[in-house]
């Protein structure tokens, strides 16, 4: 019974030991070099590296929106002053998201001179953080082509074939103006406001008029389509047979109605990863 009991007191002893070497193991294991770090500390290391961001850092992060061009842009003929651009911005906070706004909107600006904009290294250097580009071009290349918008409320009439040449250099530095932008920034949307006709119900041959500007924007389209990650917004829908509702006093410039609604339908047309 002695050389029993002894037996079982070496074995017992033997196992004790081991599990005691097998847990220093563990633990040196969970220490790392030296025991510089803790088995909770590591624990917290694993879980950080492993865990999905919070909802803070996923919701955070601030959308930097760059809007070039003419006074659309700038938003001329609304009250607040806020323009597409601005009303845009509003409806984007108001999901959720912290927006800030570079407008570079200028009044009276043609295609050629938002070119020389955008061949600006300061222009490039804004472009480059863009998170969503917005343009607006062509609406003064066409009626400074055909004289200005004075003179075609005043006479009822434009000039076809002077509308057909700014229609060709517009399409040219539309072309050179993307490139550009790509160039500066090649992955942020980039979102071209196409034209509508605020003289309906004024030219004498208005049905004319209507067909030009759509092969216009069609002739627009055709050259942001080459461009990745850009398009074309269409206005002209929104503003037809409503110009009395959603043009300001000129009769040129949406009002604060047809700011919005341009804003909404650009909304629309956002990837998800703005929205």
């Known amino acids: 019974m002695k050389n029993t009991s002894w037996s079982w007191r070496i074995v017992s002893t033997l196992a004790i030991t081991s599990a005691l070497v097998l847990g220093a193991g563990f633990v ?53 002053g806020k323009g597409y651009v601005g009303y845009l911005k509003d409806k984007l906070d108001a999901d959720g998201r912290k927006v800030t706004v570079n407008n570079l909107g200028v009044s009276g600006l043609e295609s050629p001179e938002l070119l020389k904009t955008v061949q600006s290294a300061g222009t490039q250097a804004v472009l480059k953080d863009a998170k969503l580009i917005l343009i607006s071009i062509g609406g003064n290349d066409i009626t400074h082509s055909v004289g200005d918008i004075s003179t075609i409320l005043t006479t009822n009439k434009f000039d076809e074939t002077k509308l057909l040449a700014a229609q060709d250099r517009y399409t040219k530095n539309l072309d050179e103006i993307l490139k550009l932008v790509r160039t500066s920034n090649p992955n942020a949307p980039v979102l071209v406001v196409g034209l509508y006709n605020p003289f309906e119900g004024i030219v004498e041959d208005g049905a004319k008029l209507t067909a030009l500007l759509d092969g216009w924007n069609a002739n627009a389209i055709s050259i942001v389509q080459k461009y990745a ?14 110009t009395d509702r959603l043009l300001s006093g000129d009769h040129f410039h949406p009002n604060e109605s047809g700011y919005e609604k341009m804003a909404e339908r650009i909304k629309q047309a956002l990837p998800k990863s703005i929205l």
């Open 28 to 80: 040196m294991a969970l220490l790392g070099p030296k025991g510089t770090t803790s088995a909770a500390e590591m624990t917290d290391t694993l879980q950080k590296q492993t865990a999905p961001a919070s909802a803070a850092t996923q919701t955070d992060q601030t959308y930097s929106v760059v809007a070039l061009g003419d006074s659309l842009t700038k938003g001329v003929g609304d009250k607040n």
């Open 229 to 242: 990650n850009a398009k074309i917004v269409p206005t002209a829908d929104i503003f037809e047979w409503n």
